[in-house]
C-alpha cells in the first residue's frame, strides 16, 4: 500500500488517510455496488465515472484513470481546444492526445445516495500521472488559495444561499431533444408548480410539499447543513439556505447540492434549474448570495468582528472588503459565467448593477451584516449566479480580499443609494467580464497566466456561439427576454 500512488506523491494528509482506512470497512459493510467517481468540470458540474466496489478500493491506493475531455468542452459539450494536435490546441505536450488523468477520491467526503440505493458518492481531485496537479482544476485553485490563508493563519468561512427553480416536467424526452456536441436541442417541456408572485406565500409553497419534503430528507442523510427552503418571488422559484461551514466543505457541498438537487427532482417528474434568468414566462432572476468571513485558524474567532459599536467591521474585515471592492470587476466573470448571467444586474431589482457597499442593505454588491458582539459578523457578496463554478466563485473571493489585506487597503464610505452612487458600474456582458479578468494582474499573478488564458478561452468559445446565433438578427425572439439559445444552452446543462 506504501507504494501506491497517493502514498507515493503525498497526496493526502493524516485525516484523508484515517478517514480512508475506515472507508474500506464502511464500504463493504454497506454492501456497496458501485462508486461514483466525481470530478467538478471547468463549469463546476459533476462528471462521474461509477466503479465497481473493488476498482473504487484499488483507487484508495493508486487512484483511477479518466480522460481530460470534460476540461475542454465548453456549455454545449463542444470541444473547444484542437485536442488531436501536438501541445492539445494548448501549446501544452502534456495535454497531446487527449491524455488520462488520474483522480484521487478525497474520502472526506463520501457519502451514499439515499436515491440510489447500494451507490456511493466522493469527490475527486486531479492529477497528472506522474503525480503533479492538473493545470486546470477548480478544487486545486482554491485548495491553493485556502494555503495562501492558513499560512497567515486564518481560515475563510462560507454559507450559501441559492435560488432555483422548480418546474413539473410536462412531457416526454424524444428524438426532438437530442442534440450534438457543440448544440444544445430543445430542452423538455414543463409547467408551473405554483402560480408566484406571492412572496412566501405558505398556501403556494404547500404545492411544491412533497418536493419539498424528499429534498429536505434527502440532505439531510447527506449532511448537508439546510436551514431553510423559502417560496421566493418567481413562480417556482425556490431559496435554499445552509449554515456556514470551512470554504471547501461548502464548496464541495455547493457541488452535491445542485446535482443532487437536479437528481431528486427528475426522479419524481420534476425539474429543477439553477439557469440565472430562463424563459419561462413570468420568470425573475435567480442569484447566489455568498456569505462569507475570516477566522482565526486556531480558535475560530471571528476576525471580521468589530470591537467597538461604531464600526461595521474590524480592520481586517475592512481591508478584506475593500479588496473585494477593488477587484470586482476582473472577479466578476467567475460570480456571473454565463451569457445568462448578466441579465440580472439591473437597477431596483434586489440584484447590483455596480460595486458598491452597505450595512444591510439588498440593494449593494457586499452587504454588511452583524457588528460588534456579533460572532456571525460577515457580509454577503450578492453578485453570484447559481450557476457559477463554487470553488472559482470562492477562490475569487479570497485572491481579491487578500490583496485588500496585504495593502492595508480602507474601502471607500458606505454607499446609502447603491443604485444612485457613483462607483464602477458591473460589466453588462460576459464579454465585458472576459476582458476585464484577461486584463487583471492580481488574477493572473495569483491563478496564472497559463488558467486565465484557459479559461478565457473556453468561455469565448461560449460566448461566440451566442453571438452567432443572434447575428443578422439584431432582435431574434425572445421570451421573459431571454433568447432561445440561451434557453437551450443553459437551462437543462444547469
Not at 165 to 193: E, K, M, N, W
Amino acid at each position: 500500500m506504501s507504494s501506491g500512488f497517493i502514498a507515493r506523491h503525498g497526496l493526502w494528509d493524516d485525516d484523508q488517510a484515517a478517514c480512508a482506512a475506515e472507508l474500506r470497512k464502511r464500504a463493504e459493510t454497506e454492501q456497496l455496488r458501485l462508486i461514483r467517481m466525481v470530478w467538478a468540470d471547468s463549469h463546476g458540474q459533476a462528471r462521474a465515472k461509477a466503479v465497481s466496489l473493488p476498482v473504487f478500493l484499488a483507487s484508495l491506493t493508486d487512484g483511477y484513470n479518466i480522460n481530460v475531455a470534460t476540461f475542454t468542452l465548453d456549455s454545449s459539450g463542444g470541444r473547444v481546444f484542437r485536442s488531436f494536435v501536438r501541445g492539445g490546441g494548448m501549446g501544452l505536450d502534456e495535454m497531446t492526445g487527449s491524455p488520462n488523468l488520474t483522480i484521487v477520491p478525497d474520502p472526506t467526503t463520501f457519502r451514499t445516495l439515499p436515491w440510489a440505493p447500494g451507490t456511493g458518492w466522493v469527490l475527486c481531485d486531479e492529477y497528472f500521472t506522474d503525480g503533479r496537479p492538473f493545470h486546470f482544476s477548480s478544487r486545486s485553485i482554491l485548495s491553493r488559495q485556502l494555503g495562501r490563508l492558513r499560512n497567515s493563519g486564518m481560515e475563510l468561512i462560507v454559507g450559501l444561499e441559492v435560488e432555483w427553480y422548480l418546474r413539473r416536467i410536462d412531457g416526454t424526452l424524444t428524438d426532438d431533444h437530442i442534440g450534438a456536441p457543440g448544440s444544445h436541442a430543445r430542452p423538455l417541456q414543463t409547467a408551473p408548480v405554483e402560480p408566484g408572485y406571492s412572496y412566501h406565500s405558505e398556501s403556494n409553497m404547500d404545492l411544491m410539499q412533497p418536493v419539498i419534503d424528499a429534498l429536505a430528507e434527502t440532505y439531510q442523510q447527506l449532511g448537508l447543513p439546510l436551514r431553510s427552503i423559502e417560496n421566493e418571488y418567481g413562480p417556482g422559484q425556490l431559496e435554499c439556505t445552509f449554515a456556514a461551514r470551512p470554504a471547501m466543505q461548502s464548496a464541495d457541498d455547493y457541488v452535491l447540492f445542485r446535482t443532487a438537487t437536479r437528481q431528486v427532482c427528475r426522479r419524481l417528474g420534476y425539474f429543477a434549474t439553477f439557469m440565472c434568468r430562463p424563459s419561462f414566462p413570468g420568470l425573475c432572476a435567480s442569484g447566489w448570495h455568498l456569505h462569507q468571513s475570516l477566522a482565526d485558524a486556531g480558535t475560530g474567532r471571528n476576525l471580521f468582528m468589530p470591537d467597538s459599536g461604531e464600526a461595521p467591521l474590524s480592520p481586517l474585515g475592512m481591508a478584506y472588503l475593500a479588496g473585494l471592492l477593488t477587484h470586482a470587476t476582473p472577479a466578476a466573470v467567475f460570480a456571473t459565467p454565463t451569457v445568462n448571467g448578466f441579465r440580472r444586474f439591473q437597477p431596483n431589482s434586489l440584484a447590483p448593477d455596480r460595486v458598491t457597499w452597505s450595512h444591510d442593505h439588498r440593494g449593494a454588491m457586499l452587504r454588511v451584516l452583524g457588528g460588534a458582539r456579533d460572532p456571525a459578523t460577515r457580509f454577503e457578496n450578492r453578485i453570484g449566479e447559481p450557476a457559477a463554478n463554487p470553488y472559482l466563485f470562492i477562490a475569487s473571493q479570497i485572491v481579491a480580499g487578500l490583496d485588500g489585506i496585504e495593502r492595508n487597503a480602507a474601502p471607500w464610505p458606505a454607499d446609502d443609494e447603491p443604485y444612485e452612487a457613483d462607483r464602477p458600474r458591473l460589466p453588462t456582458s460576459l464579454g465585458a467580464a472576459l476582458e476585464a479578468l484577461g486584463a487583471s494582474a492580481l488574477f493572473r499573478e495569483q491563478l496564472g497566466d497559463l488558467y486565465c488564458d484557459y479559461y478565457i478561452s473556453l468561455k469565448r468559445a461560449e460566448l461566440d456561439r451566442y453571438l452567432q446565433s443572434v447575428a443578422g438578427d439584431p432582435s431574434p425572439p425572445e421570451v421573459n427576454g431571454v433568447s432561445a439559445w440561451e434557453q437551450n444552452e443553459y437551462v437543462d446543462f444547469f
